[in-house]
């Protein structure tokens, strides 16, 4: 489990299609084999840790459902290592299993922040609403607008200096979490149902 609150934004050392290497050396010094790590929003099991770099086994079933077969070699990456017992809640219940992939519409500069609108699916947009919780690219936001083609978010500066959001531009494509809330009572209430 995450909180969407980034740690680290590291680098991609290497990915060939299936091994992703990322130099990170806050979260490769605190982590082990078999730790988890949100990479960009999406949780990876560390299978290899060394001198400040972390690999991981990128499966098919995450290059379907993600934007990570589109990394690159230099690329960054939010990083969130899992929570621990004890740890602080700063953003929202963030498990890293992507719902979606979506593709920034426009980027805006709103004061020293931005506001970004963000084209997103049905399957996502049906669990937003507006000051609700959703992570982009690993990243706790509140969404700040929406309509049936997307949804829009206000970034302020310490989370454009931060994350990679500060890099985002039209056309980019992001890894989006519809907050899990919204999916546990739907459930329950279809339950309930006749």
Known sequence: MFTGIVREVGR???FDGSRLVLAATETAAAAAVGDSVA??????????QDDGQLAFDV???????????????????NLEPSLRV??????HVVQGHVDAVGRVGSVEPEGDGR?????APETVLA???????IAVDGVSLTVAGLDDQGFEVALIPHTL??????????????????DVLGKVVERLVAARLP
């Open 12 to 14: 991609v050392a290497s």
């Open 86 to 91: 004890g740890d602080r809640l700063g953003g």
């Open 161 to 178: 200096t931060v994350t990679t959001l500060g890099g985002l531009e039209p056309g980019d494509e992001v890894n989006l979490e519809a």
């Open 39 to 48: 990479v960009a929003g999406v949780c990876l099991t560390v299978v290899e």
């Open 59 to 77: 499966v098919p079933e995450t290059l379907a459902r993600t934007a990570l077969g589109r990394l690159q070699t230099g690329k960054a990456v």
């Open 115 to 119: 506001r970004v609108w963000i084209h």
């Open 127 to 133: 669990y937003c609403l507006e000051k609700g919780s």
